[in-house]
């Protein structure tokens, strides 16, 4: 288990609040690099995320966490089997409660919390760990940039923010963007996994 802690201000933050954040930040990164586009949260993924947050007792860290392993995602930018929003969201979770959390819960949890079957998240789950080449810690210094980050964000409302890089041994950073658009050089040994029936984006 890591031990990271956030400030006690998040501490407070509801599950609302979180899912919200979360629904904001996974979107903006997701639209941004798939489509090129600066998308925002539907009504339905936001309940999706403050119900998958309140349903399972998880920390606030927990969830910045999960946020981060998504940004990592996003910037390997490898075109893996993910169709939604909503199966990175979870997957990323999922990592970041068994990392983070003394209490780790089975996949049946899981599923039955996202409504994705139990096969299709260990099918997710490595395709994940594939694309961040199963580095999934965060040194405390990397997690509080990162919590500058969504602040940032969350008073700004600039993408950019979500993928800053930190300036080595000063307090500054640059904004920055990837490249919109995943690679699909690499070969992933796992079937495509498409959504859910009404979990379908509309465009």
């Not at 910045?64 to 910037?75: G, T």
């Not at 139990?118 to 395709?127: G, H, K, R, Y």
Request: charged share 20%.
């Amino acid at each position: 288990m890591q031990n990271l802690t956030s400030n006690k201000r998040a501490t407070k933050s509801t599950p609302h609040v979180l899912g919200e954040l979360s629904a904001n930040v996974v979107i903006k990164m997701w639209d941004w690099k798939k489509y090129g586009s600066n998308g925002s949260a539907s009504l339905h993924f936001k309940e999706f995320c403050t119900e998958i947050i309140s349903k399972s007792p998880i920390s606030v860290t927990t969830v910045f966490l999960s946020l981060k392993y998504v940004q990592r995602y996003i910037k390997k930018g490898n075109n893996l089997n993910f169709a939604n929003e909503y199966q990175l969201f979870t997957i990323a979770l999922m990592l970041a409660n068994k990392w983070h959390n003394d209490k780790i819960y089975a996949t049946k949890f899981w599923a039955e919390l996202s409504h994705i079957s139990q096969a299709d998240i260990n099918t997710l789950e490595i395709s994940f760990l594939k694309s961040l080449n199963f580095k999934t810690y965060i040194t405390g210094e990397k997690y509080s940039f990162w919590l500058s980050c969504l602040k940032n964000y969350h008073l700004t409302g600039k993408l950019e923010y979500l993928f800053a890089i930190k300036i080595k041994k000063t307090t500054g950073f640059v904004l920055s963007l990837p490249e919109p658009g995943f690679s699909h050089n690499q070969m992933i040994d796992a079937k495509v996994i498409g959504p859910l029936i009404g979990f379908e984006r509309q465009y």
